[in-house]
T-cell receptor, first 114, second 116 residues
Framework: GESVGLHLPTLSVQEGDNSIINCAYSNSASDYFIWYKQESGKGPQFIID?????DKRQGQRVTVLLNKTVKHLSLQIAATQPGDSAVYFC?????????????FGQGTTLQVKP | KAGVTQTPRYLIKTRGQQVTLSCSPISGHRSVSWYQQTPGQGLQFLFEYFSETQRNKGNFPGRFSGRQFSNSRSEMNVSTLELGDSALYLCASSLSEGIAAYSPLHFGNGTRLTVT
């Protein structure tokens, strides 16, 4: 069935290093992908999105890469900071007629060590 | 601009009761979606509304229902509560018509429902 899975449940990095969070999706018809960050006690916060007609998109300190051949998505965070510690979710727009729904991965916990 | 507002933040109910959760979207957003978040199942889609019409529905029993008002505010209702309904219920809004459009959802901080 449809699913968006994350490769690692927890990622621990040193402050200042770059972080890479991976995500696999199963629906080749999905055409829109979003990364969210969720801190304790808060709702998911939008980080960056990418459409399927793109391979790469950059934001402030973040880059999303999309590999449609292997149905893989990654989020790269440059110069990781303690404030980046959170759970990161990838979400997939699942095409379904004129409307769709977001399918979320299980999440990766990013721990930043000072 | 104010974000998505959900009320109440916390609720404690007993089995068999019903509950209504409220959501005010970002001003100008006409699409409102609801998600359930639990440690075991993660974030799961409940339903989406646009212009007071339900546009899509997830795989939840009929005890879960919702509606949207003319001002885009939305409510969801859960009847005959079960212990397994304990979760964080998240509301999200977006600019576009339906989630299929290329506009990200913006989430509120959720309502934490505990069923005892």
């Amino acid at each position: 069935g449809e699913s968006v899975g994350l490769h690692l449940p927890t990622l621990s990095v040193q402050e200042g290093d770059n972080s890479i969070i991976n995500c696999a999706y199963s629906n080749s018809a999905s055409d829109y992908f979003i990364w969210y960050k969720q801190e304790s006690g808060k709702g998911p916060q939008f980080i960056i999105d990418i459409r399927s007609n793109m391979d790469k998109r950059q934001g402030q300190r973040v880059t999303v890469l999309l590999n449609k051949t292997v149905k893989h998505l990654s989020l790269q965070i440059a110069a990781t900071q303690p404030g980046d510690s959170a759970v990161y979710f990838c979400a997939e727009n699942s095409y379904s007629g004129n409307t769709g729904k977001l399918i979320f991965g299980q999440g990766t916990t990013l721990q930043v060590k000072p | 601009k104010a974000g998505v507002t959900q009320t109440p933040r916390y609720l404690i109910k007993t089995r068999g009761q019903q509950v209504t959760l409220s959501c005010s979207p970002i001003s100008g957003h006409r699409s409102v979606s609801w998600y359930q978040q639990t440690p075991g199942q993660g974030l799961q889609f409940l339903f989406e509304y646009f212009s007071e019409t339900q546009r899509n529905k997830g795989n939840f029993p009929g005890r879960f229902s919702g509606r949207q008002f003319s001002n885009s505010r939305s409510e969801m209702n859960v009847s005959t509560l079960e212990l397994g309904d304990s979760a964080l219920y998240l509301c999200a809004s977006s600019l576009s018509e339906g989630i299929a459009a290329y506009s990200p959802l913006h989430f509120g901080n959720g309502t934490r429902l505990t069923v005892t």
